[in-house]
């Protein structure tokens, strides 16, 4: 019990109090590297604390499926001295069993940190569309059009995509670890929502709407890398599975939630709403989350044993790696150049980024013309304008359940059979999944009249969930498991363009659905998405061959 609290924020704290008091000592730390077995098994660390190292900025790091088959391929010259064997004065894990290695967690453990993560994502996504209730309440308030009223949900988007090239190579700093971050910016965003619930006028709430969006984003740029910290990649696909599900709950909640208490109260108390629900989840982060950083607790493992005096010149693995000032320079350039370089200079990354930012684009846009289809044709109140969005979060749950299903009977064999897979393999929900997201917009678009019953276009919002779903799991695995030693900066420059392209569709969504009508409004961005259906086949036939041309992607399998 001592060791799991030590690690969570309010160990931490404790520790620190007691550290400075006196009240009690340092605890004897065993010394890792006094055998060659210890010293063979971290020299497997330490590859891939080089990976960690040379990104050093940590969106959503799912590693590979296979990670004896991914070649890690560099282009720095640092990346070689990082990779160096084990010096005398080198702390790391006290061999493959070390209880403190977020790998060796127990089960249970493991899935309450993966159900913290979860709800962590979805509380702080809650304030991405909690927001959109109260428009037509914050119009009348201010008296300002909708489209400026509308600025508040689309700048916040602008907030989500710039966070992660801030918070998450903070996250992978040894000296600072997750927990920090988390907490931090958490705090942050509860006490903002503040002034944003008094705001006196519309610019205070876009300026905090902004930063509210800025310090959310750690919950979507580090959750899928605190799930990569603790688990193998076998069960790390049912959990990050589960993870992106938590990632559409909450905007297609947020309307429900919001809508009750604007309707009731006004717009302020969706604010409001969403102060509290995060108050409680910084209490449940602060008290049971623990640190799942590898390099941070091996950093904070070297400073115990020099603080104690056992060895006061232990450092560790990630201490090293990044004591010289070539890698220093060269992980500023890595974490602010290299996302954009890799995103736009190569042409899988550009590709998958302009799907990916599509159908981002497309979830955000609706979340904008539900009020146009079923208040307007419906007329449908805030609360059961709300319960319209359901047909989203249902669609979410079939396909989770069936990538669950899929993974179990295709994919799960392969890891017992040690196959080499091809990352191209990360396709397949995709192949079947693209066709879902035009045919959800015809049917959504042509159904949405007062002839036709309002759960018709409901079903075919549950449709489009079972798309892009499919795209999310398919496109945000494959990244990684095409550019591993780039993992972390493809999937940085991945949800920038997503967020800002998000921000744009949010603002011209709702006039042209008011003035194109639901069906040809539905029909133009169907139209788009079915150009987009062919791309999984075609990475299918010519993905390997693509790679191959690449100066950065993986060139096996």
């Known amino acids: 019990m001592e060791g799991k609290l030590r690690d969570t924020g309010l160990g931490r704290v404790i520790g620190g109090v007691a550290n400075k008091t006196k009240l009690q000592p340092e605890p004897e730390l065993p010394w890792p590297l006094s055998s060659v077995s210890s010293r063979n098994y971290d020299l497997s660390h330490k590859l891939e604390s080089a990976r960690i190292v040379a990104d050093f900025i940590g969106v959503q790091r799912v590693m590979s499926w296979d990670s004896d088959s991914a070649s890690i391929q560099s282009d720095d010259d640092s990346l070689a001295e990082l990779k160096r064997s084990s010096s005398e004065d080198e702390y790391g894990w006290d061999g493959p069993d070390d209880p403190e290695n977020p790998l060796n967690f127990s089960k249970s453990r493991k899935v309450f940190i993966t159900a913290l993560i979860c709800f962590l994502t979805i509380c702080v996504y809650l304030g991405s569309s909690i927001y959109s209730p109260g428009i037509n309440s914050i119009e009348q308030d201010f008296h300002i059009s909708t489209t400026v009223a509308t600025l508040g949900t689309s700048i916040s988007l ?14 992978e700093c040894p000296s600072i670890g997750r927990n920090p971050v988390y907490l931090l910016t958490l705090l942050l965003f509860v006490l903002i929502q503040v002034p944003i619930a008094t705001a006196p006028n519309v610019g205070t709430i876009l300026i905090f709407r902004f930063f509210s969006g800025l310090l959310g984003s750690p919950a979507q740029a580090t959750g899928g890398a605190t799930i990569s910290d603790i688990y193998d990649p076998q069960p790390r696909s049912y959990a990050i599975g589960l993870w992106e599900l938590s990632t559409w709950i909450a905007p297609t909640l947020g309307p429900l939630v919001g809508g009750l208490a604007a ?15 995060n108050s409680v989840m910084l209490l449940l982060i602060f008290i049971f989350l623990p640190e799942t950083s590898a390099s941070n607790i091996l950093y904070r493992r070297a400073k115990r044993q020099r603080r104690s005096g056992v060895n006061k010149a232990s450092r560790s693995d990630p201490e090293l790696s990044l004591s010289t000032a070539q890698s220093k320079k060269q992980l500023v350039y890595h974490a602010v150049v290299r996302p954009f370089k890799l995103c ?28 146009v289809v079923f208040g307007s044709i419906y007329h449908f109140d805030l609360p059961q304008l709300g319960l319209a969005f359901l047909g989203l979060l249902v669609g979410a749950l079939v396909a989770t359940a069936v990538f669950v299903i899929w993974f179990r009977t295709c994919e799960a064999k392969k890891f017992d059979r040690k196959e080499r897979r091809k990352p191209e393999e990360r396709f397949i929900p995709l192949m079947a999944g693209c066709f879902f997201v035009p045919l959800s917009l015809f049917s959504f678009g042509w159904s949405a009249r007062h002839s036709v019953h309002y759960i018709i276009p409901i079903i075919g919002s549950g449709l489009f969930s079972l798309g892009s779903f499919s795209l999310f799991i398919s496109i945000l695995n494959y990244l990684p498991d095409a550019y591993p030693a780039y993992a972390a900066s493809v999937l ?19 006039p042209m659905y008011r003035d194109l009508g639901p069906a040809w409004a539905s029909t133009m961005l169907g139209i788009i998405g079915a150009a987009f259906v062919p791309v999984p086949f075609l990475f299918w036939r010519f993905g390997g061959r693509i790679r191959g041309a690449s100066r950065f992607a993986l060139k096996v399998c």
């Not at 109260?265 to 709403?273: D, Q």
């Not at 302009?354 to 846009?365: H, K, P, S, V």
């Open 263 to 277: 309707q009731r109260w006004g717009w302020r108390w969706t604010i409001w709403e969403l102060l509290a629900i």
């Open 492 to 510: 940085a420059g991945n949800n920038f363009i997503r967020c800002t392209f998000g921000a744009g569709c949010v603002l011209f969504a709702g």
């Open 344 to 371: 736009f200079r190569e042409p899988i990354c550009l590709l998958l980024n302009t799907y990916t930012a599509l159908i981002t684009g497309l979830f955000f846009a609706w979340l904008e013309s539900f009020p």
């Open 158 to 171: 602008v907030g989500y995509a710039i966070g992660p090239m801030i918070f998450s190579p903070l996250s």
